[in-house]
């Protein structure tokens, strides 16, 4: 007997099941699958909205761009920055703050490259730049300087992540620093008598090591130099 259009079986619209709410929550979330899966570049609206089953139009409710996007999840990634300890000096509680800063920007690279032209401004973000303020006003940096100086550490730990970043921590590989001795181990001590005479020294150390070192340089740095005096406050 012929089926009459009218009693298939096609699932009515409001037999389905309805997707859940779109938040900004789960928006971020989804653009972290993305991130973690496929790099930063795969993380566009569109995209997102494929996985949400959603159109790209409905994401800007709740998010501006794909600049506003990116800082967003950065946010989300500060949430893995411990807040600090009361234990030890401000010194090496300052230091344990941007250390954990540092995990984020080396764990994703892209997203520490964006952090160089677009500024974050969500609250985990927020937060961090309220505690290095607070420790820095605990270890007695004038406050002119203190406001100067939560730029320069961030940025220095960004530059860094920039640089080295992509899932090892702190620094170099050890095949880059083999590479790099072996290299200069071919110059002339005539033409370069220091370069060969430091050799040891300029490879020499921990990735770990030398991150500590540097900031431990720009927080004494900071401790011993003024603001120029034309700057108000």
Do not use: C
């Not at 160089?116 to 607070?134: A, C, K």
């Not at 370069?192 to 150390?205: E, K, N, Q």
């Amino acid at each position: 007997m012929p089926v009459h259009p009218s009693t298939t079986t096609t699932r009515s619209r409001r037999e389905r099941p309805s997707k859940p709410a779109l938040t900004r929550d789960g928006i971020i979330k989804a653009a972290l699958g993305i991130l973690r899966e496929e790099g930063i570049g795969k993380v566009t609206m569109r995209r997102i909205a494929a996985v949400l089953d959603t159109g790209p139009a409905s994401l800007y409710v709740y998010v501006r761009d794909t600049e506003d996007l990116h800082a967003q999840i950065l946010d989300t990634l500060l949430e893995r920055v411990a807040p600090v300890s009361h234990d030890g000096s401000w010194r090496e509680r300052l230091r344990e703050v941007l250390v954990g800063y540092g995990r984020v920007l080396f764990d994703y690279p892209e997203i520490a490259r964006m952090t160089m032209t677009t500024h974050p401004t969500g609250p985990n973000y927020t937060s961090l730049v309220e505690t290095i303020l607070e420790l820095l006003n605990e270890g007695g940096v004038p406050d002119g300087v203190a406001a100067w100086s939560v730029d320069l550490l961030l940025a220095s730990v960004t530059a860094r992540a920039v640089e080295h970043g992509s899932g090892q921590p702190h620094g170099e590989g050890t095949d880059a620093l083999e590479t790099l001795a072996a290299r200069m181990a071919t110059l002339s001590s005539e033409t370069y008598p220091l370069i060969v005479r430091l050799t040891d020294d300029m490879i020499s150390g921990s990735a770990e090591q030398r991150f500590v070192w540097s900031l431990d340089v720009l927080i004494n740095g900071i401790l011993n130099t003024p603001r120029p005096s034309s700057v108000n406050g």
